[in-house]
């Protein structure tokens, strides 16, 4: 048996792959590993890349594109470590992360899931945490409260805007991008939901492990840089109605059919008010990307009643 089995799900980001596989071949010093590549069917030569460059890492290659919770399903089913890594190809682990994180896991048996400090690749804080979704969180942000007063506990408690991430505490939501796992307990809550293509699988699984009385935490000894949600990256619609269909999904599965409805009506006015009041800020800001953002919120609104 492994300490960790650390599970990459990969879709065409060769470079990025390489490198995060490098990081972990060279950061982890003091535990025992092992690593899965699942890769949905790349077309850049990821594959290749795996079975040239890094034969030690198990590869399992999809005939298509199966989506975040099915992949990371493969590889848990056939894991044989104490705890389970779930690392984002675009997450790149520093010296010792690993190790400090698996020996965090070792000190709290009442640990389900836990979760390092992840920055920008500039060094600034990336917020990987979060309450889980309720209809007031909703509100709030669908009205820009969440914006125009971000250290207030109550209207930033979505995305904890009112913490600086300098202590460890147990949390509700941690990213996926890394999320390690105590496989005890993935034999007691189960795997990821297969429903959730993308987006909100990890919430839903936090969700999960809560309910069955285990605790996730962040620890911010640990560090990893990821690459995800850099204010340069413009958001595309298809992502974007992905997002909020998954978000609708979670409240129909957890909270019952009428607040998913009410949920709806929510997201319709969030919709409504950047394609409305929020189009000055969208479309007077220079760049394609502000008005893309505008564009796919018009698209989101029009998607919501298939949701």
Same mark, same amino acid.
């Given at each position: 048996?492994?300490?960790?089995?650390?599970?990459?799900?990969?879709?065409?980001?060769?470079?990025?792959?390489?490198?995060?596989?490098?990081?972990?071949?060279?950061?982890?010093?003091?535990?025992?590993?092992?690593?899965?590549?699942? *890769?949905?069917?790349?077309? *850049?030569?990821?594959?290749?890349?795996?079975?040239?460059?890094? /034969?030690?890492?198990?590869?399992?290659?999809?005939?298509?594109?199966?989506?975040?919770?099915?992949?990371?399903?493969?590889?848990?089913?056939?894991?044989?470590?104490?705890?389970?890594?779930?690392?984002?190809?675009?997450?790149?682990?520093?010296?010792?992360?690993?190790?400090?994180?698996?020996?965090? =896991?070792?000190? &709290? /048996?009442?640990?389900?899931?836990?979760?390092?400090?992840?920055?920008?690749?500039?060094?600034?804080?990336?917020?990987?945490?979060?309450?889980?979704?309720?209809?007031?969180?909703?509100?709030?942000?669908?009205?820009?409260?969440?914006?125009?007063?971000?250290?207030?506990?109550?209207?930033? #408690?979505?995305? =904890?805007?009112?913490?600086?991430?300098?202590?460890? %505490?147990?949390? *509700?939501?941690? =990213?996926?991008?890394? =999320?390690?796992?105590?496989?005890?307990?993935?034999?007691?809550?189960?795997?990821? *939901?297969?429903?959730?293509?993308?987006?909100?699988?990890?919430?839903?699984?936090?969700?999960?492990?809560? %309910?069955?009385?285990?605790?996730?935490?962040? &620890?911010?000894?640990?560090?990893?840089?990821?690459?995800?949600?850099?204010?340069?990256?413009?958001?595309?619609?298809?992502?974007?109605?992905?997002?909020?269909?998954?978000?609708?999904?979670?409240?129909?599965?957890?909270?019952?059919?009428?607040?998913?409805?009410?949920?709806?009506?929510?997201?319709?006015?969030?919709?409504?008010?950047?394609?409305? /009041?929020?189009?000055?800020?969208?479309?007077?800001?220079?760049?394609?990307?502000? %008005?893309?953002? &505008?564009? #796919?919120?018009?698209?989101?609104?029009?998607?919501?009643?298939?949701?």
């Amino acid at each position: 048996m492994y300490d960790v089995s650390i599970i990459i799900v990969n879709w065409n980001t060769r470079e990025l792959l390489a490198k995060c596989l490098r990081c972990v071949q060279e950061t982890i010093q003091q535990v025992s590993y092992e690593v899965f590549v699942v *890769d949905n069917a790349s077309t *850049d030569g990821s594959q290749e890349l795996v079975r040239q460059e890094f /034969p030690a890492v198990r590869l399992i290659a999809n005939a298509e594109n199966v989506g975040f919770a099915r992949a990371n399903n493969q590889a848990m089913q056939v894991a044989q470590g104490r705890y389970i890594l779930l690392l984002n190809s675009d997450a790149f682990v520093k010296p010792g992360t690993v190790d400090t994180m698996v020996q965090f =896991m070792d000190a &709290h /048996p009442e640990a389900g899931l836990s979760a390092c400090k992840l920055l920008y690749e500039d060094g600034r804080l990336q917020r990987s945490c979060a309450s889980f979704p309720t209809l007031a969180t909703e509100l709030y942000i669908a009205l820009g409260l969440d914006k125009l007063f971000p250290r207030s506990p109550i209207f930033g #408690a979505y995305q =904890m805007t009112d913490w600086d991430y300098g202590d460890t %505490r147990e949390v *509700d939501v941690i =990213m996926g991008a890394f =999320m390690l796992a105590r496989a005890e307990a993935v034999q007691q809550v189960g795997l990821l *939901d297969e429903q959730f293509f993308m987006y909100s699988e990890e919430v839903d699984w936090c969700y999960r492990f809560q %309910r069955a009385g285990w605790k996730t935490y962040f &620890h911010p000894q640990a560090e990893a840089i990821h690459l995800w949600g850099g204010s340069s990256r413009a958001i595309k619609t298809e992502s974007l109605i992905r997002l909020y269909r998954a978000r609708v999904q979670f409240f129909r599965k957890h909270y019952g059919g009428f607040q998913a409805g009410l949920y709806k009506a929510l997201l319709g006015l969030n919709a409504v008010v950047r394609i409305g /009041p929020g189009a000055v800020y969208y479309l007077t800001r220079a760049g394609a990307d502000s %008005r893309q953002k &505008h564009q #796919a919120f018009c698209q989101l609104l029009k998607a919501i009643p298939s949701f």
